[in-house]
Nanobody, 124 residues
Framework: EVQLVESGGGLVQPGGSLRLSCAAS????????MTWVRQAPGQGLEWVSA????????YYAESMKGRFAISRDSAKDTLYLQMNSLKPEDSAVYYC?????????????????WGQGTQVTVSS
């Protein structure tokens, strides 16, 4: 059974930081690209970041570049998203999602498994 469990969300002030985690199980973690996707209230799904199987090639949406950092720990089968300099517009439910292979795509319909999400609220 493929399972993705996000954690680490919460309430943070503008300019603050959070580190999200996604614990993966049920598949060979190192064989697949992984992504972070978010959804703000009243908005559609927004692609945030992705990382290839090797953990070396990373990709970010333009608004996240320089602020967010995606990484993965093969030993722990865990995906991370370090978020710094958070803005109110970053408030959303953040989901981790599994690609069907090592191909990184930005089309959310292409992801085959999703976690339940973790809420991030950036507010003063």
């Amino acid at each position: 059974e493929v399972q993705l469990v996000e954690s680490g969300g919460g309430l943070v002030q503008p300019g603050g930081s959070l580190r999200l985690s996604c614990a993966a199980s049920g598949f060979t973690f190192d064989d697949y690209a992984m992504t972070w996707v978010r959804q703000a209230p009243g908005q559609g799904l927004e692609w945030v970041s992705a990382i290839r199987w090797n953990g070396k090639d990373t990709y970010y949406a333009e608004s996240m570049k320089g602020r967010f950092a995606i990484s993965r720990d093969s030993a722990k089968d865990t995906l991370y998203l370090q978020m710094n300099s958070l803005k109110p517009e970053d408030s959303a439910v953040y989901y981790c999602a599994k690609s069907p292979g090592d191909v990184v795509v930005v089309e959310t319909s292409d992801y085959d498994y999703w976690g339940q999400g973790t809420q991030v609220t950036v507010s003063s």
